[in-house]
């Protein structure tokens, strides 16, 4: 089992949808979860971390972290074409190390004009 | 501004070649990654180093070599050994993992094109 599981997609919204993309992870003490956006050709960017259970917004972007189900989304409200990328999850694990922090695989979005 | 920088952003070789590609931060981060991307796939992890001077293996150490002799920089080396060398490569640093709400930060990545 891997550490981080993603839905590769491909997921297809139109324009003005929420988008909700999703993320599992097989260790129970995971600290801490982070979000990247990834635009074809460039480097990925952090666009949301969490650390406790509940939502947490910022701007058009919301995390959602369940501890106990292991699991941790992020919405897009209002989608734009410009939001058309692949997200990456990224989890640190309850390990001592630098190599503590796993990604997903991503899943790729595309927001239909 | 504080960053990674890679370089260079291409770069093209010819087989049999090693190449050494740069990465450079000035975040003050004591943690510092390769990873490796290749088309519609994940990241998978080359080499890390948590400190100057030590460095560890990842997951697809086989034909590259690193050095962290500064602590600003972490240098890959990509052998004439590596079998399949074409790749997006990403350098990325963070504060060491005793905080364990430190995020990764990425340079803008290095295209290598072997031929």
């Known amino acids: 089992q891997k550490e981080v599981e993603q839905n590769s997609g491909p997921l297809s919204v139109p324009e003005g949808a929420i988008a909700s993309l999703n993320c599992t992870y097989s260790?129970?003490?995971?600290?801490?979860f982070f979000w990247y956006r990834q635009y074809s050709g460039k480097s990925p960017e952090l666009i949301m971390s969490?650390?406790?259970?509940g939502d947490k917004e910022d701007g058009r972007f919301t995390a959602q972290l369940n501890k106990a189900s292991q699991y941790v989304s992020l919405l897009i409200r209002d989608s734009q074409p410009s939001d058309s990328a692949t997200y990456l999850c990224a989890v640190t694990l309850d390990q001592t190390g630098a190599n503590n922090l796993f990604f997903g695989t991503g899943t790729r979005l595309t927001v239909i004009p | 501004d504080g960053g990674i920088t890679q370089s260079p952003k291409y770069l093209f070789r010819k087989e049999g070649q090693n190449v050494t590609l740069s990465c450079e931060q000035n975040?003050?981060?004591?943690?510092m990654y390769w990873y490796r991307q290749d088309p519609g796939q994940g990241l998978r992890l080359i080499y890390y180093?948590?400190?100057?001077?030590?460095?560890q293996k990842g997951d697809i150490a086989e034909g590259y070599s690193v050095s962290r002799e500064k602590k600003e920089s972490f240098p890959l080396t990509v052998t004439s050994a590596q079998k399949n060398p074409t790749a997006f490569y990403l350098c990325a640093s963070r504060w060491g993992s005793d905080r364990a709400n430190s995020p990764l930060h990425f340079g803008n990545g290095t295209r290598l094109t072997v031929t």
């Open positions: 969490i650390y406790s259970n």
């Open positions: 975040l003050n981060h004591d943690a």
């Open positions: 260790d129970r003490g995971s600290q801490s």
């Open positions: 180093s948590q400190i100057v001077n030590d460095f």
